[in-house]
């Protein structure tokens, strides 16, 4: 049998109890679920620092761990299904359900009801809390830090505009892997900012390409784009902010930029020598 070993939980030596009668392994684990402690958590390749960080996990997320080894987790995300390695100190057990999510580029935890008070941490865009009680400006959380109350929406709400929520991260650094303001790529800023707006988008633009929204009806000469169509190229998503300009998350400037669509086209193809492959409308 083949399969996506992004999504898949399987290795020769060891796979999930659900996949046995599927995938062949020495031996098989139940798995436990467990849930990102840390603001976030680079999910690797392989269980060491200096492996490649394929994707992140942000505070709140819950995930299933088939192992622990050596101070790795090795486990699959529930949000997107990445299986990867977490850093076994990032995780905790004791899993408590969201109810409110961080709706800014990032936002304090105060130990304290009060701005004058020592921050104790600080979350990104997309983190899930726990909110325990509110007062007229902050939210205390479960943990027992304090955010202001403003920086959260509540979970089962959608947000709006997710082009908007995109354009938050202007200028943040690119980062493989990346899916907060501290570092970025290209297809973490689409899934960050549709999952805001209750889209269930995958991690990697292979994924996307195939499965968000459907092909938008546009010519050679790329025209009726609209705001929020996605265009792809191999390996690559930028997000339109209008008929013209795209927002996206590229290794050329190293940073999200705003550029024109026209541009950034003849520049992958005379250098990447790489055509767009579809644009999709979400």
Same mark, same amino acid.
């Given at each position: 049998?083949?399969? #996506?070993?992004?999504?898949?939980?399987?290795?020769?030596?060891?796979?999930?109890?659900?996949?046995?009668?599927?995938?062949?392994?020495? &031996?098989?684990?139940?798995?436990?679920?467990?849930?990102?402690?840390?603001?976030?958590?680079?999910?690797?390749?392989?269980?060491?620092?200096?492996?490649?960080? #394929?994707?992140?996990?942000?505070?709140?997320?819950?995930l299933i761990v088939y192992e622990d080894k050596d101070g790795w987790s090795w486990c699959q995300l529930?949000?997107?299904?990445?299986?990867?390695? !977490?850093? +076994?100190?990032?995780?905790? &057990?004791?899993?408590?359900?969201?109810?409110?999510? @961080?709706? =800014?580029?990032?936002?304090? @935890?105060?130990?304290?009801?009060?701005?004058?008070?020592?921050?104790?941490?600080?979350?990104?865009?997309?983190?899930?809390?726990?909110?325990?009680?509110?007062?007229?400006?902050?939210?205390?959380? /479960? $943990?027992?830090? /304090?955010?202001?109350?403003?920086?959260?929406?509540? +979970?089962?709400?959608?947000? +709006?505009?997710? @082009?908007?929520?995109?354009?938050?991260?202007?200028? $943040?650094?690119?980062?493989?892997?990346?899916?907060?303001? =501290?570092?970025?790529?290209? &297809?973490?800023?689409?899934?960050?900012?549709? !999952?805001? @707006?209750?889209?269930?988008?995958?991690?990697? $633009?292979?994924? *996307?390409?195939? *499965?968000?929204? %459907?092909?938008?009806?546009?010519?050679?000469?790329?025209?009726?784009?609209?705001?929020?169509?996605?265009?792809?190229?191999?390996?690559? =998503?930028?997000?339109?902010?209008?008929?013209?300009?795209?927002?996206?998350?590229?290794?050329?400037?190293? $940073?999200?930029?705003?550029?024109?669509?026209?541009?950034? %086209?003849?520049?992958? %193809?005379?250098? #990447?020598? +790489?055509? !767009?492959?579809? =644009?999709?409308?979400?």
């Amino acid at each position: 049998m083949t399969y #996506d070993p992004r999504l898949t939980p399987a290795r020769p030596d060891l796979a999930a109890e659900h996949l046995r009668d599927t995938v062949a392994a020495e &031996s098989y684990a139940p798995g436990r679920r467990m849930q990102i402690s840390i603001a976030f958590a680079d999910l690797r390749r392989s269980p060491s620092e200096s492996a490649a960080t #394929d994707t992140q996990a942000l505070y709140g997320e819950t995930l299933i761990v088939y192992e622990d080894k050596d101070g790795w987790s090795w486990c699959q995300l529930d949000r997107d299904r990445y299986v990867g390695y !977490i850093r +076994s100190d990032a995780l905790t &057990s004791r899993v408590v359900k969201p109810n409110q999510r @961080v709706r =800014v580029r990032h936002t304090l @935890v105060y130990s304290a009801p009060d701005i004058k008070s020592p921050p104790i941490a600080a979350l990104p865009f997309g983190a899930e809390v726990h909110v325990v009680g509110a007062s007229e400006k902050f939210c205390e959380l /479960h $943990t027992g830090g /304090h955010v202001f109350a403003r920086h959260l929406a509540v +979970s089962t709400r959608p947000l +709006s505009d997710f @082009v908007g929520l995109a354009e938050m991260f202007l200028h $943040t650094p690119y980062l493989w892997g990346g899916k907060t303001d =501290v570092g970025i790529d290209c &297809s973490g800023l689409a899934q960050v900012a549709l !999952i805001a @707006v209750g889209v269930a988008a995958p991690r990697d $633009t292979d994924m *996307m390409e195939t *499965m968000l929204g %459907r092909p938008a009806d546009v010519d050679e000469r790329l025209r009726s784009l609209r705001r929020g169509d996605l265009v792809f190229w191999r390996g690559h =998503v930028g997000i339109m902010q209008n008929e013209e300009m795209l927002l996206h998350a590229n290794g050329y400037t190293m $940073t999200v930029a705003s550029e024109p669509l026209a541009v950034v %086209r003849d520049r992958i %193809r005379s250098t #990447d020598f +790489s055509e !767009i492959t579809s =644009v999709r409308r979400v």
